[in-house]
Structures are given as structure tokens and as C-alpha cells.
């Protein structure tokens, strides 16, 4: 703790608001990560979203239709679309946990003690991400189930994917209700945004063969190049034929993107969703 | 003596009403000051400045000899409150918020320990530490912010009608124990109340109605101002008989108090 007028040099205050910064982060994620952990039957319930995109639709899909690419069953394909469809979800919801403290009366507590705005806010979206991440985790086991061959490798490569994900999602969502007053607004807020950018983003389609307005709005989408990247992740580990893993990526002026461009456009995407979170949040 | 809080003409504006109106006053350093006056007068919308969490629309104010406006996190380090509204987080223990609070506000681990175990048995919560919140009591509820609120040893502590809705040995003891704080520790209180007989242990009490100071002064002073022998008679002399903010509608009142907030929270 800072005390005013206590004599120290430049750099210690420096070190000491540093300190004091990182363990308001923390300790507004634990307080998310208890409350996960307390309404984890909640939490389970909510399990049976991704059960029925990917053993019901998935598997029923698979079975009529098939996609242009020999060895991909439509399963595959939707794996990693609907990892990343429910981490999306889980992630944007989770902030609606701003709205809740803001209903119940805690916020106050939070926001007339000495932590910085930036910290609740940092502290709030890792929360709300540490819980979508961990959510989502068991749809990879789901996806063993239903025949894929999930590997350990795939599951370490598409770890780091879905905590970027579940970053962005979780700041975009502190973005949106930071200015709002009311829960309801916010759930209906959430719902119109969730399933636009959902079902432009390539979880449920490939992104080939597109009209012209509909292959524009969804190369706008950066969860398009996510998405990809995910899938790129899955195939590649599946052992899946080399020429699979890049043909059912978007197309950009004749060319797939590379893994490169795909990893950057998710790390900007989560940067800038958490610098603009942590300024509405001030602002609010 | 030295000032714990100075509002230099203050004011609090929203498009069609002002919530308070140019008010000026000291409060010192230990002294127990009650704050008083009918529903919309313009209490929390005070409080809520005084306590940064609100920005005023003009005037100066400081808290424990920090400049609200500019070194908020001085005066932030500085108070604590109890808020009209629970604002304990349900899902958690009463430790775990205590523990929440205890780490905000920067405390030593054997320091939060042993000030923890030390208020949970001074407000008899000692057993319910380790139950979650949403099965407390609103009296229960209480106890245990006030325990959060004086947790960090505030010089200043904010308490915006913090009885309201308890029973009368509820509120007992609690008085007993703030009053014995007070004498003790030399904090300062800043009350905001309905019930008047809770005015008459006060060092001083401002009557404010309508966003204006209608009278300041000692218990005594103003029952001989107002020729009356209770604070709840004084009060019903400076306010008006009139029951005009009664008379609103549940809703209208619930509006007006989230506007009176700044349409926050």
C-alpha cells in the first residue's frame, strides 16, 4: 500500500503500485473463479448445449451430408466450431456478472475501495474467461466420444486458442455492459450479439462458395480467422490428409491465410477487446 | 480541532432536479455527525459524493484532509462505509467477503486474522463466519458490514441508515458497539437516518431538505431552536408537517432514489 507522504524513490512507488495492481487482479478473479466453482451444478446444466450440437446435429448431419473434401465427415468439421460457438457464449454471459454485483449492490463495495478501475476490470474478464475456458475444456472428452482422434498435442495446441477466445469474448462482453444499468438489457443485448457473430465466424459452415455479401460479412468477422485457426489445430492433429486441413479455410484474394496472419488477428482481436473493456469500464 | 470533512458548497444537478443545492459543512476530526431529513432530501446523493463514488457537479469537498475530486484513492483508503442497500456478495461466506475486503484494501494476513476474529465476536457472528451470505438475516447481513466497514480502520466512517429495517435488539446493539468505537478509537461517523432517537447521542446533526441545510447544531441547540424536547418533533418543526414525499408512490420513490444515485446501481 501506497501511504502519502512517506519518503521513497521513484522507482519503488512504481513497484509498489504494481504490486498493488496485480493483486487487485487477482483477487477480483478469485472472487469469479469461487463463485464458479460454487454454482458448478449450474455450471453442468448448461453442458447440455454442446451435447446437442455435437452428438445430436453433428452426428445427424453426418450422416446425409457430406463435405467436398474426402476423409472430413461434417463432425469434424463442427468439433472445433462448436468449441468454439460455446466459448464464445460462455464467455460474453459471463459478464453479465458486472450487471449482477451492479444489482445486488456489491459493485459499490468494489468501486468505492482503493482498487484501480483498470484492475476490476482486468480481474473481471480474466474471471469471466478462466470459467468459459474451463467450461468448454470437457467438449474436447466429447468430441473423443464421438470419434475424434483427440490427441494430447491437439488438446495443448488448442489450449492457448480457446484462452485468447475466451478473453476477447469475456472483454468484448465487460465492453457492452460496462454503460448499462439493467440486467435485462443486458441478456437481450447478449442474445442479439452472440448469435450474429456466431454464424458468421465458420462454427457451423465452411466459409467456401459463399454469396458475396455473406463471404464479406463473415471475412469482417475476426472469430473467422479464430474459428479457422482452431480447426487447423484439430486437423492437423486428427491426422487428417495435409490437403483437408486448408480446405474448408476462408480464401482471401485466392490464398487460405496462414497460421501466422490467423494467430494475429486472434492476439489483436484480444488485446484491443480488452483495452477497449478496461476503458468503458472506467468511463462507466 | 482538525476537520475529518469539509463540503464547500456543494451541488449535485441532474437535467430536472437538484439533488442538493450549494451546501457547506465541517465535520471534525472524532466528532459523530447525523445527517438527517425526509426520503429525496438528498442524503445518499451526499454520501455518495463525499465517498468519490459519485462526481459533484460543483463545489469542493474533503475527506480525511484528501481532495475527493483529485486524490481518490487517498480518501478512498481512508473511509469506509455501510450502504443503505446490502452490498455483500451472497455467494461467499461472511469470511470470504471479509477476506475479499481485507485484500482490496491492502491488510497483512495475521492483521486481517486477528481484526476479523476480534469484530465477528464483538457482533456475536463468530459461529455464521464460515455460512454463505444468502443465508444470512437482513440483521445478520448487517453485522457483518459493519464488521467489513471497520475491518481497514477507517478515520472516516460512512453509515447510510444502517439500521433501517432491523429489529430493536438488532439495532441495539449495534449502537452500543459503534458507541463504543467512537469513544474508543476516535473515529469519525457520518450518519444518515430515519429514525430520529438514533440523532440524540450525536455530537452535532444537519437537518437537510430538498438538497438544502435547513439547521446544523447540537442536539440540545436545535431541540432549544426549535423550542421542541425530541429530535423527532425538531425534525417533523424543520422539515414540515407535510408528508409531500409520502404521498409518492412506491415506484416514483424507487425512481427517485435511482436518480438521487446518479441512475447508478
Redesign the interface.
Known amino acids: 500500500m501506497i501511504r502519502p507522504g512517506c519518503v521513497s524513490n521513484k522507482g519503488e512507488v512504481v513497484s509498489n503500485f504494481m504490486q498493488k495492481f496485480f493483486s487487485d487482479v487477482y483477487i477480483i478473479w478469485s472472487r469469479e473463479l469461487i463463485r464458479f466453482w460454487r454454482n458448478k451444478v449450474r455450471v453442468l446444466s448448461g453442458f447440455s448445449f454442446p451435447i446437442l450440437w455435437l452428438a445430436v446435429f453433428g452426428t445427424g448431419l453426418s450422416a446425409s451430408l457430406s463435405l467436398p473434401v474426402p476423409g472430413v465427415k461434417f463432425i469434424d468439421f463442427l468439433f472445433p466450431g462448436v468449441i468454439s460457438q460455446y466459448t464464445i457464449f460462455i464467455a460474453m454471459f459471463g459478464a453479465i456478472s458486472i450487471l449482477q454485483d451492479r444489482e445486488f449492490g456489491f459493485l459499490k463495495e468494489i468501486l468505492v475501495s482503493p482498487a484501480s478501475r483498470t484492475a476490476i476490470a482486468l480481474g473481471k474478464i480474466l474471471g469471466g474467461a478462466s470459467s468459459a475456458f474451463l467450461q468448454a475444456l470437457p467438449i474436447i472428452i466429447l468430441g473423443a466420444l464421438m470419434g475424434i482422434s483427440v490427441s494430447l498435442l491437439m488438446l495443448l495446441a488448442l489450449i492457448p486458442a480457446m484462452i485468447l477466445l475466451a478473453i476477447a469474448l469475456s472483454a468484448l462482453g465487460v465492453a457492452i455492459v460496462s454503460p448499462m444499468k439493467s440486467l435485462d438489457a443486458g441478456q437481450y443485448i447478449f442474445q442479439f450479439i452472440t448469435f450474429p457473430i456466431t454464424m458468421l465466424s465458420g462454427a457451423f459452415f465452411p466459409l467456401r462458395n459463399l454469396p458475396l455479401w455473406l463471404d464479406i460479412l463473415t471475412k469482417i468477422n475476426p472469430l473467422s480467422y479464430t474459428v479457422d485457426l482452431m480447426r487447423r489445430i484439430v486437423f492437423t492433429f486428427a491426422d487428417m490428409p495435409p490437403e483437408a486441413v486448408t480446405a474448408l479455410s476462408p480464401v482471401i484474394g485466392g490464398r487460405v491465410p496462414s497460421i501466422a496472419f490467423e494467430v494475429v488477428v486472434t492476439l489483436a482481436f484480444c488485446v484491443a477487446m480488452t483495452f477497449i473493456a478496461s476503458l468503458a469500464f472506467r468511463k462507466s | 480541532m482538525n476537520l475529518a470533512i469539509k463540503a464547500e458548497k456543494l451541488t449535485k444537478k441532474y437535467k430536472d432536479f437538484i439533488a442538493v443545492n450549494q451546501i457547506s459543512f465541517e465535520v471534525f476530526e472524532g466528532e459523530f455527525f447525523g445527517f438527517v431529513g425526509p426520503n429525496g432530501a438528498g442524503k445518499s446523493t451526499t454520501i455518495s459524493m463525499l465517498?468519490?463514488?459519485l462526481e459533484p457537479t460543483s463545489g469542493k469537498i474533503s475527506v480525511a484532509g484528501?481532495d475527493v475530486l483529485k486524490?481518490k484513492?487517498?480518501v478512498?483508503?481512508s473511509?469506509g462505509?455501510i450502504?443503505q442497500?446490502?452490498?455483500?456478495?451472497?455467494?461467499?461466506t461472511a469470511l470470504?467477503n471479509l477476506w475479499?475486503?481485507a485484500?482490496?484494501?491492502?491488510l497483512e494476513k495475521k492483521l486481517f486474522e486477528s481484526r476479523a476474529h476480534e469484530l465477528l465476536k464483538l457482533v456475536q457472528m463468530s459461529e455464521r463466519k464460515d455460512s454463505l451470505v444468502r443465508t444470512f438475516s437482513g440483521g445478520m447481513k448487517r453485522r457483518i458490514e459493519i464488521v467489513?466497514g471497520l475491518l481497514h480502520h477507517p478515520k472516516v466512517l460512512f453509515l447510510d441508515e444502517p439500521t433501517i429495517g432491523l429489529d430493536p435488539q438488532t439495532r441495539s446493539l449495534i449502537w452500543k458497539y459503534l458507541n463504543d468505537l467512537q469513544k474508543r478509537e476516535a473515529i469519525t461517523i457520518f450518519l444518515t437516518t430515519h429514525y430520529l432517537p438514533e440523532t440524540e447521542n450525536c455530537n452535532r446533526v444537519a437537518i437537510i431538505n430538498q438538497g438544502e441545510i435547513l439547521a446544523l447544531g447540537t442536539p440540545s441547540e436545535l431541540k432549544k431552536k426549535y423550542k421542541q424536547d425530541s429530535m423527532d418533533k425538531v425534525f417533523i418543526e424543520a422539515t414540515g408537517h407535510g408528508i409531500a414525499d409520502e404521498e409518492l408512490s412506491d415506484d416514483d420513490q424507487a425512481r427517485m432514489r435511482f436518480k438521487q444515485r446518479g441512475?447508478?446501481?
Open positions: 465517498s468519490t463514488i484528501f486524490q484513492n487517498q478512498r483508503n473511509i462505509i450502504f442497500e446490502t452490498s455483500l456478495d451472497i455467494d461467499l470470504e475479499f475486503h485484500k482490496i484494501y491492502g467489513r441512475g447508478r446501481f
